[in-house]
């Protein structure tokens, strides 16, 4: 036997999942978040099974050492090579450290069903839009991403489904007692015949429109793809989802995928329907229909597949929707990838004499807080580390002792600063400091709770986690007796 090591997210920011195979062996690896660890060992021992599909469920830092015969470890090294080549931030090569005291990992499919489903509803919970951008390479695609667009369109369908709105459109129909325009052609025949049916051309008020008609053929897809043999469980619930929407759409008519993808070109949004927009690409790309399966070939190595996001970016999508929940905030700014508002205004803090000041860096939100007597800008950074158990790092109390000196908010100074961890209690302010040396600004480390897999699985437990998460950073930045919406 011999030995192959690596680091899941040796930085401790990033989570995902990669999958390979080739014509004889697969292997599963799911990275999650380091503040669901359910253990304590960050060291995995995992035997490669004799049936040669390997499962692994690792936390970011974990360190994995596979034990499997000389073919199969040779394998998993070219893929992990090439895994490290394309995303270092997610899996590394390392040397195969001493495994004594080492966790045991022997999941099997089924038992890698659940943190893959965990991990995915995190994606859709946070909003990310699993883009290019997050699958690097064009030739990475996968039915894993089929099931992440799914369950995007239906997840961003269901809470409009009711609000479509019936329109008119023009009809034809043979009717015996006449409505709208009778066809010429139509009545001629009727009296050559003495049938008392006419050709008659009128404007319904139907919900059978066309934007209606397009997300339904796409709905019909989700319902109807059961996936393959190893992936069925993985759409089973989505499934039963798509098809609750597609029995509300009742009434509307049933056209063909091909035609429909035509029909949705045409669609034009009235200004009530704008909403409808976002749904209506995610519908586009189901019906477009683009994402092969990998297929492996003789003689060739595996064929991979990785979904990698920071999460970093994840826990800042959380923070955003907790102060969205608090009435008390009435001006938020969020510069996700350092995109800034037209009212925030953050300078270098270093410029060149006569050139004109320019920054490529800015926090994470800027929000103006409702107080009893006056308001209050804050300066709110979100940190995805462990929570100091004193002063927080350096570089982070510089990077906001930076921003509270220079940044803006619609005109404003900074009144008050944050550094936003996260944790699984809910904690709230850990420790206050004061910026020197007038002493006239402080800087509160707070640690704010980060969800577990059981607040993702249905929506009003993600809409109490939120809640909960919003209490708290309400009662940091407004006082004990916050309230939230």
């Known amino acids: 036997m011999t030995q192959v090591a690596f680091r899941v997210a040796p930085t401790g920011k990033r989570v995902g999942l990669c999958a390979g195979s080739d014509l004889k062996r697969s292997a599963v690896v799911v990275v999650l978040p380091k503040i669901w660890r359910s253990r304590q060992s960050k060291l995995i021992k995992c035997p490669w099974p004799q049936h040669g599909h390997l499962f692994i469920t690792a936390y970011e830092g974990d360190t994995v050492v596979v034990e499997g015969t000389r073919d199969q470890t040779h394998a998993l090294n070219d893929w992990l090579l090439e895994l490290q080549s394309n995303d270092s931030d997610l899996i590394t090569a390392t040397v195969p450290p001493s495994i004594e005291g080492a966790h045991v990992a022997l999941d099997t499919a089924e038992t ?276 100091p158990g004193g002063s927080p790092a350096t570089e982070d109390a510089n990077q906001l002792f930076v921003y509270s000196h220079i940044a803006r908010l619609g005109g404003k100074h900074i009144d008050t600063c944050a550094l936003v961890y996260p944790t699984i209690a809910q904690l709230g302010v850990q420790l206050q400091l004061t910026r020197e040396r007038a002493r006239d600004l402080s800087l509160s480390i707070v640690g704010a709770p980060f969800p577990q897999p059981s607040d993702l699985r249905g929506d009003r437990a993600w809409a109490d986690f939120v809640e909960s998460c919003a209490v708290v950073l309400s009662q940091c930045i407004t006082g004990p007796d916050a309230q939230v919406a």
């Not at 949705?264 to 019906?287: D, G, K, M, N």
């Open 112 to 387: 890698a069903v659940r943190p893959i489903l965990d991990l995915l509803e995190l994606f859709d919970r946070a909003n990310l839009d699993m883009v290019e951008e997050s699958v690097p390479h064009a030739r990475d695609r996968h039915e894993l991403m089929r099931l992440v667009l799914y369950r995007r369109f239906v997840a961003e369908l269901e809470p409009l489904i009711t609000r479509l709105r019936p329109r008119y459109r023009a009809t034809e129909e043979v009717l015996q007692a006449p409505r709208g325009r009778i066809i010429d052609r139509s009545l001629v025949e009727t009296i050559a015949s003495r049938r008392p049916d006419v050709l008659c051309r009128f404007d319904e008020h139907s919900r059978s429109t066309d934007l209606a008609a397009v997300l339904l053929a796409a709905l019909r897809m989700v319902a109807k793809y059961a996936g393959t043999a190893r992936t069925s469980s993985l759409f089973e619930a989505l499934r039963i989802r798509a098809a609750r929407l597609v029995r509300q759409l009742e009434g509307v008519t049933v056209v063909d995928r091909r035609v429909a993808f035509r029909l949705s070109r045409s669609v034009r949004l009235t200004r009530l329907e704008r909403e409808f927009a976002p749904v209506l690409q995610f519908a586009r790309s189901v019906l477009r229909d683009e994402l092969p399966l990998p297929t492996g070939s003789p003689g060739a190595t595996f064929e991979t597949f990785r979904i990698s996001v920071p999460t970093e970016r994840l826990w800042e999508e959380i923070l955003f929707q907790a102060l969205a929940e608090i009435p008390a905030v009435v001006m938020l700014r969020a510069n996700f990838s350092n995109l800034a508002g037209a009212d925030v205004d953050v300078p270098a803090p270093w410029v060149k004499s006569h050139k004109e000041s320019v920054t490529d860096r800015f926090p994470d939100f800027l929000a103006i807080v409702e107080g009893a007597s006056s308001r209050t800008t804050w300066c709110i950074d979100a940190k995805y580390k462990n929570l």
